[in-house]
């Protein structure tokens, strides 16, 4: 085993005290063995001036749609998808998909973060690229069923699954697989009887969109007199290990029924912003007991996958919904971002403590914008960017070091995403 | 005359096309030359990779209160100003006052921004601090009437008249003064009717928070049966060259007015969700041709002075706020914090063309996360964050190049600003 000191920085502890102390990670193990005074270390790695803080998890990213940031913007989610989004995705190819995933593990690891869960297609690539960039990933192949004969959604489901089997585990444990039906109103009730029961027997989480929008919830309720999340406990779809994304509107029953079911929920401040598709009773679920994290969702409807944004945008949506600027506070978005998705996700991750995975994040604190630190936990929450962070480590290994990616090349990575975000578009147009 | 030609880089235009072109600058006269091919120039800034747009506007602030940044928060308006800021405020003294300033001043080159406005006390110093980091601003001593006795306040008066008197037009006529009596709550009907009309024999324009919050508005609305910015055009407070800070509760009629007078509105969207204080009606401000600006307001309520934070806080909660994702597009966006801000202000600048103030930021768009660029505007308003600015210029004058500040020492600032921070907090508590 190699030891690693992580040295001189302050360290964001479960309970958000900060201490100044070493942190000692075992790259065998990819776990943390001590913090404190822990001694000398094979290696060293330099936190003088830093905040030393769990790594960040995106709970919910399509990672691929960096290719397509800021092509179309200021739309509503049915528009903006049929009109925009679709087309373009018709037309992803594997190589697509590898480059623009090869974009967002960059802008993820140099933002700190560790971990994230996607849902996308040609997902075989995404668990290369995640194997050689060294984080940690749940992923799970999107299943759509509308607008598809029996036989094409057959065949998407079983890609679906056979992805789930196969690479569950991949990279050292680093990859994890889930069970992706897109949403509750994509994928059809008799679709969704026949697939899920066969997720389950594979033993994988199952991962999809739900109570996104209004104009979602209303044809369920409409047609079935009962709430979207009835509907989907009914389906078997409310596990201890599923976690949704969105869930902007939840009803207290439905709330209620997370917490029963022990169903976690990953709110996308942002992409509900800008999609305006409401705001997520962030309140009411933590009340409930609810497990609430953080995800960026796609980079076109964000922009970014920067999650210090997205605590940002948490704490301040959450005030502005709840009418009461103590609302959402900055050591909720905090654990959100950490233990929340950690716990969303099912990786031993998301806290500094002797024994957890070794997935951090060294932030430099040494920035006007970041003085004076009256409050490092209100500092990480309201001010601090990604381009703050200085180191990522994942699975005791160092991803990031003073601000360079050290498993990609950042360069040619940019290079080959821009050509073919060009390409893409041009043969959509 | 010494030329700098900025060259290589995409130029952002006024009507939000964007071309390669070089940019000639002229540091003697402050101007821009020419864009385009403009030749060569007797120095040159590289732009290679980068946009080249106006130089932000952070049309209110209150820069000194970096001092409070993450000093206390997720507490509503009243109790956080009572408990929380004003005790530490009555202990700031000229020398925090220039170090909590300076220390804005890094944050606000470092991240574009060439112009500010400043609403607070000990002006002088804050001046004198503007003079020396080269960026243009307009300063205004804050008048509040409440608590005070006819002796005090009439003291506060005279000396943000003298203020406004005596700087107006210093460092080159960097420098530009305003009167700002703190709000139509905080100073009571005699003192304004007593007090504005000087100002206004000062050749002056007014300054002033009005409509923050719903608790604000109430008050007047009872005690006069008018609205408080009728209130305000009853005491000749909507002049063509004043602007307000925030505007959030303003109703149709008082939009109108607005637009009528040709008064300006400041949006501080990110103030306006962390104290819960409402969603400005933006849209209807553009729609009635109300000139609106963007502001950080004070870093203790934000938390930090990043124009582009604030670009995508509008945009996110202009269309959340509207319930409609077309709300408050990039370009608006754009045009608030530049050519909106500059307008407010009164400074010649906030577009890029000839004859134009030279106030310039030059944006590294070589980086992950501005990947692609389908859209230059939906990055800059979506994803490009302060550390993104390779160059801040103004006036002609380089003062941040490659990231560094060029007229401030930024470390000893930093540190400066941190013990300052310290010993107040400790004095006040």
């Known amino acids: 085993m190699t030891t690693l000191r992580i040295a001189g920085g302050r360290v964001l502890h479960p309970d958000f005290s900060v201490t100044t102390d070493d942190v000692l990670v075992d790259d065998t193990s990819g776990e943390i063995v001590a913090v404190g005074d822990v ?18 998890v995106n709970a919910h990213c399509h990672a691929a749609m960096t290719l397509l940031r800021g092509y179309a913007d200021d739309k509503p989610l049915e528009s903006w998808l049929r009109e925009d989004v679709w087309p373009v995705e018709a037309e992803l190819t594997d190589a697509d998909i590898r480059a623009g995933t090869e974009l967002a593990l960059v802008e993820l690891l140099k933002s700190g973060t560790t971990a994230f869960a996607d849902m996308y297609f040609s997902m075989g690539e995404v668990a290369e690229a995640v194997a050689e960039a060294g984080l940690r990933a749940r992923l799970g192949h999107g299943v759509v069923g509308v607008g598809k004969d029996e036989d094409a959604a057959r065949a998407d489901h079983e890609e679906s699954l056979s992805f789930a089997r196969e690479y569950d585990g991949y990279a050292d444990g680093r990859v994890r697989t889930m069970y992706t039906p897109h949403s509750l109103t994509t994928v ?8 899920v029961p066969e997720a389950r027997e594979a033993g994988v989480p199952l991962h999809y969109h739900a109570n996104e929008t209004a104009d979602e919830v209303e044809p369920i309720v409409a047609e079935r007199d ?6 989907a406990d009914g ?62 969702d796609g980079a076109a409807s964000n922009n970014d996958l920067d999650l210090f944004d997205e605590m940002r945008d948490a704490a301040m949506l959450g005030k502005h919904a709840a009418n009461d600027a103590s609302a959402v506070p900055a050591e909720a978005v905090v654990e959100m971002a950490t233990a929340g998705g950690a716990d969303a996700l099912g990786f031993d991750a998301g806290r500094i403590a002797a024994g957890r995975k070794a997935d951090l994040a060294v932030v430099d604190f040494e920035a006007a ?58 043969r959509a147009e």
Request: charged share 30%; aromatic share 4%; hydrophobic share 40%.
């Open 39 to 56: 001694g000398s270390g094979d290696e060293t790695l330099d936190a003088e001036g830093c905040l030393v803080m769990p790594g960040l």
């Open 188 to 195: 059809d009730e008799d679709r969704l009887r026949e697939y």
């Open 226 to 231: 009962e709430r979207p999340l009835e509907y």
């Open 235 to 296: 389906l078997g779809m409310l596990g201890e290990s599923d976690f949704l994304a969105h869930g902007v509107h939840s009803d207290a029953t439905e709330v209620d029924l997370l917490a029963e079911r022990g169903t976690a929920v990953v709110h996308c401040p942002a992409s509900n912003m800008k999609l305006a598709s409401g705001a997520a009773p962030v309140p009411a679920y933590r009340e409930a007991g609810v497990t609430v994290a953080l995800g960026t």
């Open 369 to 426: 914008h970041l003085t004076p630190t009256h409050d490092a936990v209100s500092n990480l929450a309201y001010a601090t960017r990604g381009s703050d962070v200085r180191h990522t480590v994942c699975d005791g290994e160092v991803l990031v070091r003073d601000g360079e990616v050290r498993t990609l090349d950042e360069d040619a990575v940019r290079e080959r995403a821009a050509e073919h975000a060009r390409d893409l578009v041009a």
